[in-house]
């Protein structure tokens, strides 16, 4: 029987190839064609792994290591190699759990728990199993089941995360991968064979340990660890809060949820970051010499409400706080700088009126009145409007802004007169034990609820302009996070599970044939583990209400 052929389109050339061919052999000739190995494939739009085969005419895109879904592949490839090791070099007897934690720089940082010490004599003996896993080229399989047989096998592999997490999904199949002998289950796609992860590094980090990872940037290289002290306790201070609510996982989130119990975890999730909030406010005060309080962090991360909160615990401290938004001194929109994509910046330092602001702060801290602007956001124009300020004794200004921590911004003000807070929302909730929730999915979420809410913006235009977003915390932000003088995270254990009811619809309002329905369906498979949270019980002074709406702050 004559084999069925169909036509294939690459980067605009058209080719036939026979039915049922694998994708890995098809994008085999354009590997070489980039800077970074091929790693999935979008067919006609919809993400593939480089197992499936040809079924019919289609138009392929590479998905490359160095894109943002390629590099999450192989981030989570890495890791399960890395579990693979681990098991293999102790033993499934000896172990009783590796949990991913956070990220730490461009790794992540795991702990593990069992007999086996974690030791520098371990950790060379698993980097160097990985290695040989990696240079075996050994196929990543995959297949599904039962969802009841999942939940049979985790519980049989003492995978109590994963078996509590599969009682809630409503989906009556699971997708699991395998390498050999190990099998596990992970959310998202993974290489074709452990083959593609070349690059990688191990060690032993504050009771735990690091895998190091290439940077999506520069896939093919591992770079520098270099460790940000602050940022990662501030990670794990946020992991004890959920160990102290008995909250790690979605699974057991869900379990409160179901048994009644989700009311209390808000309010004392609520009354943990409020007690936090006022710690810094009373740590201000006790300085006395503080004018500039300035905060900064990147999208999404709650400033704004945070900066209003911090100016009440100010002044239930005896100081006189002035909330003043950094966006005001943008320079009217004609002057906006544009990127290397010709899109206009407002991420970029240039886009400040920098001098103006120097000069207007200068001007408060002699004592001058100083009329401060408002942005017109609509006109694209700074406009002056009466708001007068004279700074006396107990006043002190709250300066909210990404740039916060840059000293570029604040070049003319004393160092001793400014106090730097980094803001941010580093999720504490996993999945499970090997699957991390991104802190940058958590504030993306975040951002398309407040978008459609605030500005009318589709959930498709905000997820387009993300990555212009994240290039510009990359550049602007991050580089700055460790001169804080103290840090904030702003997530709340239970958010997503609230924001789900809000984000849903308008993932769902994005086309197949959008670019953007990729990352819609990704998103909306990650909600199908949560059940929902009402917001009526969420206070009105919390940092959710900033996307979600009812705040009693004007954000």
């Known amino acids: ?188 796609f993974m290489a074709n064979h452990t083959g593609y992860i070349q690059y990688f590094d191990l060690f032993l980090y504050e009771g735990g340990f690091i895998l190091q990872l290439p940077n999506q940037a520069e896939p093919d290289k591992i770079p520098e660890f270099r460790p940000q002290e602050k940022i990662f306790h501030v990670q794990r201070e946020s992991q004890e809060w959920g160990d102290r609510l008995d909250i790690s996982t979605v699974g057991e989130m869900n379990d409160k949820v179901t048994h009644g119990g989700i009311q209390d975890i808000l309010l004392i999730q609520e009354a943990m970051q409020e007690g936090r909030i006022s710690e810094i406010a009373a740590q201000i005060a006790a300085a006395g010499n503080k ?22 615990q100010l002044a239930a401290h005896g100081m006189k706080p002035h909330p003043i938004a950094v966006d005001n001194y943008f320079v009217n929109r004609e002057f906006t700088p544009v990127d290397e994509f010709g899109e206009k910046n407002f991420e970029c330092l240039e886009a400040i009126d920098v001098k103006q602001f120097n ?8 004592g001058k009145r100083v009329e401060l602007p408002v942005f017109n956001f609509k006109t694209g124009h700074r406009e002056y409007k009466g708001d007068f300020l004279q700074l006396g004794k107990e006043d002190v200004l709250v300066i909210e802004g990404i740039h916060g921590l840059n000293d570029k911004l604040s070049y003319a003000l004393p160092q001793e007169s400014k106090f730097k807070i980094y803001i941010s929302a580093l999720t504490q909730l996993n999945i499970d034990e090997h699957n991390r929730i991104p802190t940058t999915d958590g504030r993306l979420i975040r951002r398309i609820v407040r978008d459609a809410r605030t500005r009318g913006t589709s959930a498709k235009e905000t997820i387009a302009r993300w990555p212009s977003v994240r290039r510009g915390e990359e550049q602007n932000i991050f580089p700055f996070q460790e001169e804080a003088d103290v840090m904030f995270n702003s997530a ?55 996307f979600i709406g009812g705040s009693c702050f004007n954000v």
């Open 1 to 188: 029987m004559e084999q069925k052929m169909y036509h294939v389109t690459i980067k605009g050339e058209t080719k036939e190839y026979p039915e049922g061919i694998p994708y890995s052999e098809i994008v085999k000739e354009y590997e070489g064609a980039g800077d970074a190995p091929v790693i999935l494939v979008l067919v006609d739009g919809r993400l593939r792994e480089l197992h499936k085969r040809l079924k019919g005419d289609c138009t392929i895109e590479c998905v490359t290591t160095s894109d943002p879904i390629g590099h999450q592949t192989y981030k989570r490839s890495a890791c399960l190699i890395l579990l693979k090791a681990i098991y293999d070099v102790a033993g499934q007897e000896n172990i009783d759990k590796v949990v991913i934690h956070y990220s730490v720089g461009s790794g992540y940082y795991f702990t593990m728990k069992g007999g086996t010490e974690l030791t520098q004599e371990f950790i060379d003996q698993v980097k160097s199993r990985m290695h040989e896993i990696v240079d075996a080229r050994l196929p990543i399989q995959k297949r599904s089941v039962s969802t009841d047989d999942a939940i049979a096998m985790f519980h049989k592999y003492h995978m109590y995360d994963k078996e509590r997490l599969f009682y809630y999904r409503r989906v009556s199949r699971v997708n699991l991968y395998s390498i050999e002998n190990f099998e596990d289950y992970f959310y998202g």
């Open 291 to 312: 004018k500039f309080v300035m905060i900064a962090g990147p999208s999404s991360s709650g400033k704004t409400t945070f900066s209003h909160r911090l100016s009440i």
């Open 359 to 366: 000069q207007d702060m200068l001007d408060l801290l002699d």
């Open 492 to 546: 709340l254990i239970y958010e997503l599970a609230c924001l789900k009811v809000y984000a849903e619809p308008l993932l769902f309002g994005i086309d197949k044939n959008e670019p953007e329905y990729a990352e819609a369906k990704r998103l909306l498979k990650f909600f199908d583990y949560f059940l929902p949270v009402p917001s009526e019980a969420v206070p009105h002074n919390s940092i959710l209400r900033e």
